[in-house]
């Protein structure tokens, strides 16, 4: 649940630019997310919202995974090969049973497991996910730190949240991921920004990390949309 900014000319570093880039279009999924934080029917939305972040975040450890298998598959001659591989070895492990989390947070406005786990994702959802391994798999895993940046570089603020437990109602442990990754998540950014500001990436390189950015905002606004479209508000 993304808040905007603004630069007007590109910054140096190519976590930088990649930041200032998403920046620039960032404003589908901030309307997106404004839309379902105001929903008139919150109540039965957030936990759309709830089910449909589960169907996402239990993709990113497999998915980062097999973008290390793809890293370490390199030449060795590759500049990205060691420090990309480095990076998710290390943020592997700080992504696990972030989908359990999610899970537990459904249980305790009385969504049961099974009931989750039975949900046929959305389309868009394997759109925004399946992308990720075409071209991890298919062109170069260091794509994958363009998807990485938007889903960790924004981080839903504590106002936010609290206004989302102040209209749904809903008891304290509901919230505790979106708790949780609010305060994890700054600390990420921060760290893969300084990554891919020392990574010698060559211009298509960094081309597909942008691109992978930008469509995952497209792609995360429309899975929001697609989730509250479920429920339409009443006149």
């Given at each position: 649940?993304?808040?905007?900014?603004?630069?007007?000319?590109?910054?140096?570093?190519?976590?930088?630019?990649?930041?200032?880039?998403?920046?620039?279009?960032?404003?589908?999924?901030?309307?997106?997310?404004?839309?379902?934080?105001?929903?008139?029917?919150?109540?039965?939305?957030?936990?759309?919202?709830?089910?449909?972040?589960?169907?996402?975040?239990?993709?990113?450890?497999?998915?980062?995974?097999?973008?290390?298998?793809?890293?370490?598959?390199?030449?060795a001659e590759d500049p990205v090969r060691d420090p990309l591989a480095s990076y998710l070895d290390e943020h592997i492990p700080e992504e696990l049973h972030h989908d359990e989390w999610l899970l537990d947070d459904l249980e305790s406005i009385g969504i049961t497991r099974a009931s989750v786990l039975r949900r046929v994702p959305s389309p868009t959802v394997a759109q925004l996910v399946g992308a990720q391994y075409y071209w991890v798999l298919h062109y170069h895993p260091v794509a994958v730190l363009g998807y990485i940046a938007l889903l960790e570089g924004y981080p839903p603020s504590?106002?936010?949240?609290?206004?989302?437990?102040?209209?749904?109602?809903?008891?304290?442990?509901?919230?505790?991921?979106?708790?949780?990754?609010?305060?994890?998540?700054?600390?990420?950014?921060?760290?893969?920004?300084?990554?891919?500001?020392?990574?010698?990436?060559?211009?298509?390189?960094?081309?597909?990390?942008?691109?992978?950015a930008m469509m995952s905002v497209d792609l995360y606004a429309q899975a929001i949309e697609d989730l509250i479209g479920e429920i339409p508000a009443r006149g």
């Open positions: 649940m993304p808040g905007t900014a603004s630069a007007a000319t590109a910054p140096d570093g190519e976590g930088a630019r990649l930041r200032w880039k998403l920046d620039m279009v960032l404003g589908p999924l901030v309307r997106a997310s404004e839309a379902l934080v105001q929903h008139p029917e919150i109540v039965q939305v957030y936990p759309r919202f709830l089910c449909t972040s589960h169907f996402i975040i239990r993709a990113s450890v497999p998915l980062m995974e097999t973008a290390r298998e793809r890293a370490l598959a390199l030449p504590p106002g936010l949240i609290d206004e989302l437990a102040r209209r749904t109602g809903y008891p304290e442990p509901a919230f505790r991921t979106l708790r949780l990754h609010g305060e994890l998540d700054q600390g990420h950014r921060d760290e893969l920004d300084a990554m891919l500001n020392g990574l010698a990436l060559t211009p298509e390189q960094s081309t597909a990390v942008s691109v992978s």
